[in-house]
């Protein structure tokens, strides 16, 4: 199953389908975006990152998707596996230097049955 | 790839004591590093931004007399819960990136926080 437009809590899928979770962020200025999944009393593990000098970027099964205009983040899992199960943050950064903090989004909790 | 190391990953404590959770970053250095508070089921609260040398810049509503920043070299940072109150418990997590361009936050395992 996937899901695509507004944000859902949750997102319930099949081993092997593909998956697609969804983000609005609010800061018009935001100019950097990265995608973290986090497992169970864990901290969060960098995914994908993209700058908003870009609207597509794909890595290894995954692909993010930023649509500046309506302030939307997406990411696309392919043949989603078991180990993908975890909660899936997006998070927001103004400005290009390190030394700025992120702001996270609500987090989707993926579940993925076999 | 980039490490960060935070220590414990969990404290059990009774009300009143004072608690330091430390936030390393194992193979580079990070003038800046970030501490979160995260509830169960909830994101990522920022707290405050750790500057190495100087003092922290806490989030509106982050009592700076109850969580104590200390960033005194290039790879550590700690957080300092004082007299700690079972509303204190929380999961606390650290983050660092590396360089000054566009880097991805790296994020420690997190401390479990249980006041009794």
């Known amino acids: 199953g996937e899901s695509v437009g507004l944000h859902l809590p949750t997102l319930s899928v099949q081993e092997g389908d593909n998956s697609i979770i969804n983000c609005a962020y609010s800061?018009?200025?935001?100019?950097?975006f990265i995608w973290y999944k986090q497992e169970s009393g864990k901290g969060p593990q960098f995914i994908i990152d993209?700058?908003?000098?870009?609207d597509k970027r794909q890595g290894q099964r995954v692909t993010v998707l930023l649509n500046k205009t309506v302030k939307h983040l997406s990411l696309q899992i392919a043949a989603t596996q078991p180990g993908d199960s975890a909660v899936y943050f997006c998070?927001?950064?103004?400005?290009?230097?390190?030394?700025?903090?992120?702001?996270f989004g609500k987090g989707t909790t993926l579940s993925v049955s076999s | 790839g980039a490490v960060v190391s935070q220590h414990p990953s969990r404290v059990i404590c009774k009300s009143g004591t004072s608690v330091k959770i430390e936030c390393r970053s194992l193979?580079?250095?990070?003038?800046?590093m970030f501490w979160y508070r995260q509830f169960p089921k909830k994101s990522l609260m920022l707290m405050a931004t750790?500057?190495?040398?100087?003092?922290?810049?806490?989030e509106q509503g982050v009592e700076k007399d109850k969580f104590l920043i200390n960033h005194a070299s290039l790879t550590l940072s700690t957080l300092t819960v004082t007299s700690a109150h079972p509303e204190d418990s929380s999961f606390y997590i650290c983050?660092?990136?590396?360089?000054?361009?566009?880097?991805?936050?790296?994020f420690g395992d997190g401390t479990r926080l249980s006041i009794l």
């Open positions: 983050s660092a990136s590396e360089g000054w361009s566009n880097q991805p936050q790296h």
């Open positions: 800061n018009s200025a935001s100019d950097y």
């Open positions: 993209i700058r908003s000098n870009m």
């Open positions: 998070a927001e950064r103004e400005g290009n230097q390190a030394g700025t903090a992120l702001i």
């Open positions: 193979d580079f250095q990070a003038t800046t």
């Open positions: 750790s500057n190495e040398g100087s003092k922290a810049t806490y």
